[in-house]
């Protein structure tokens, strides 16, 4: 099977700019996370997908959003961009059915706000 | 609230050497454990997990890691470290029956030397 892929890879915005990422998932599985990834900060939640419905949402502002489309496919949506977006943004895909399901990671986009 | 802690920034091994990454965690409830490494400009790649039984855990390319309810451990390790082992490796904890997102540790970097 095909992994998770991330598009783009790179991205270099400016502050309030705002930017989509594009993530497919492996085939099959329903359930799409995303993290964001800082030196400072470390891997964080931001949210997850399952049939496209948001199941869980980690504590991050309004300005990040995301859906999941019928075939899983997941964008993540960042509005008015800061600095401080700037990151490793990672998505994982898993069966999203029963309990014990490890993720399985993309290669990630790397967004750069100047 | 579920954490996790990686106490050590940074292991040396030489090659040929056993090598340990240390983890601790706090969940409430049963704790799901996992291991995932993580190489320069990629991303997340899972290692092993463990749910239930055997508290010595067998993963991929040659990694086991120990549970240890009472201490709250999760150590990863390996008989005899390569070469090729360097890189980041992160712990990551979720409580049976909770959310499905991942809390991880803040990173271990591994190198081993020649």
């Known amino acids: 099977k095909a992994g998770v892929t991330q598009t783009p890879r790179y991205l270099i915005k400016t502050r309030g700019q705002q930017v989509t990422l594009s993530c497919s998932p492996i085939s099959g599985h329903r359930s799409v996370s995303w993290y964001q990834q800082t030196p400072g900060q470390g891997l964080q939640f931001l949210f997850e997908?399952?049939?496209?419905?948001?199941?869980n949402k980690g504590n991050f502002p309004g300005r990040f959003s995301g859906r999941q489309f019928s075939n899983s496919r997941s964008e993540m949506n960042v509005s008015t961009l800061e600095l401080g977006d700037s990151a490793l943004y990672l998505c994982a895909s898993s069966s999203g059915q029963g309990d014990v399901n490890e993720q399985f990671f993309g290669p990630g986009t790397r967004l750069t706000v100047l | 609230a579920q954490s996790v802690a990686q106490p050590e920034d940074q292991v040396n091994v030489a090659e040929g050497n056993p090598l340990t990454v240390k983890c601790t965690y706090s969940?409430?409830?049963?704790?799901?454990l996992f291991w995932y490494v993580q190489y320069p400009n990629r991303g997340l790649q899972f290692l092993l997990k463990y749910i239930t039984g055997d508290n010595l855990v067998k993963g991929s390319y040659g990694f086991e890691a120990e549970f240890n309810k009472s201490q709250t451990s999760f150590h990863l390790k390996k008989p005899s470290a390569l070469v090729s082992d360097s890189a980041l490796y992160f712990c990551a904890v979720r409580a049976s029956g909770s959310a499905r997102q991942l809390t991880f540790g803040s990173g271990t970097q591994l190198t081993v030397l020649p």
């Open positions: 969940v409430s409830g049963n704790p799901y």
């Open positions: 997908y399952f049939s496209e419905t948001q199941r």
